[in-house]
């Protein structure tokens, strides 16, 4: 999220329209509260990984000042549904990011959401935060390849073990035995590749559609049998960040929740963050006053394009998606698709390009009028029963480097956190 877009998404994200549930009371919080101390607290004591660039350093390199990283992190703890007293605990909790060890590897896909996480025409906080957090294994950004680049990610994998934060992007072909995609000189298949990086992961984080749902590798007549991570990997817990691509404010908040809580943020019976998918398009869109009035665009170039009335007659899936890209939109915060004129193509939902990615309106879709301006959850809207929310993940430190950055090798373990 931008600092330019702070104003903006604060008013989305007040104490209100935010979610905060109040129905855990001062109680929780306060409980809550003081375990986050109490981590931000031991996290300091860690040696940062991998030797990464200082926080503070980094914003100042990039002419930001410090207030502009307090707005930034008033916003995000907003965007977390966390009280407003939280904000210097999201601050301090920004600038410990590189006490994680995070691998990533990419499966079948198109590098979108790696293209996402690197986006930088002028480094903004989100950007920097990535920046800082301890990258330990990424084959598309790292120098090293072929063998080396295999050792580097056995070497991350053991020396991280039951600690790292596995980021998978791209879907798993799981027909011909897995031997549509292999990676690495032993041709390992994706679907083992996969097993083999999950089982040593404190949790496993799905980004872009791809990964969650199986995306367009798995759209009819999905000839290599793909499907989402959740599909192949057990007994860990799995969070999904959905959309094509996943929005780096959205993997940003996921990592910073799981520096301050040691948990993983609440989820929908997708296994998404409720932060950020526990809005619809539709209830948040810009055009939704014509929506109302019956204004809509009804072909391409009209006077209603013009007029930026609503796209669903021209196929917008606003109406059954879940995304907060209506809020923090994307390239920090310049805009989304509906804002320049696309409608929705609900890209975050399950099965989307076999489902919705056609202009033309659903059929069934039963829109009702706004009742009040409150969001609905898909779990509102019946689609299956609440996952198991803040599962606690046991993360310890540690402080050698691998991945070429062998210089942290000798640091000790700096503890348990
Ligand atoms: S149908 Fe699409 S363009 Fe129209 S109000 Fe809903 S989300 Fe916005
Ligand atoms: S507007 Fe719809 S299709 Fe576009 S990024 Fe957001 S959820 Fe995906």
Known sequence: MSVDKEESVKKLFTAESAKVDTNKGDAYYNELYISCQKRIEDLRKLAPLNNRPDFTESIEDQGLERRDFLKW???????LMLPASFTPLVADAAVLMNRVPVIWVELSDCAGNSEALLRSDGPKIDEIVLDIISLEFHETLQA?????????????????????????????????????????????????????????????????????????????????????????????????????????????????????????????????????????????????????????????GDEGAKNNFCLYKVGCKGPMTFNNCSIIRYNEGVNWPIGVGRGCIGCSEPDFWDKYAYERPMANANIKAPTGGVEKTVDEFGLGLLTAAGVGIAIHAAASAVAGKKEADEKEDGGEY
């Open 144 to 300: 090293a390849s072929g063998h080396q680049a295999e050792k580097q990610m056995n070497e991350a994998m053991e020396h991280f073990k039951g600690k790292y934060l596995l980021f998978v992007e791209g879907a798993v072909p799981l027909g011909m035995n897995g031997n549509y995609g292999t990676i690495g000189a032993t041709g390992e298949t994706f679907v083992d590749h996969l097993h083999r990086a999950a089982e040593g992961a404190a949790a496993v984080v799905a980004v872009g559609s791809c990964a969650t749902y199986g995306g367009i590798p798995a759209a009819a007549p999905n000839p290599t049998d793909s499907v989402g991570v959740m599909d192949v990997v057990k007994g860990k817990p799995i969070i999904n960040i959905p959309a094509c691509p996943a929005n780096p404010s959205n993997m940003v908040g996921v990592i910073l929740h799981f520096v301050l809580t040691g948990t993983i943020p609440e989820l929908d019976s997708l296994l998404r963050p409720k932060f950020a998918f526990g809005y619809r398009i539709h209830d948040n869109c810009e055009r939704r006053a014509h929506f109302d009035a019956g204004e809509y665009v009804e072909e391409w």
């Open 73 to 79: 992190a008033s916003a995000t703890t907003a965007m």
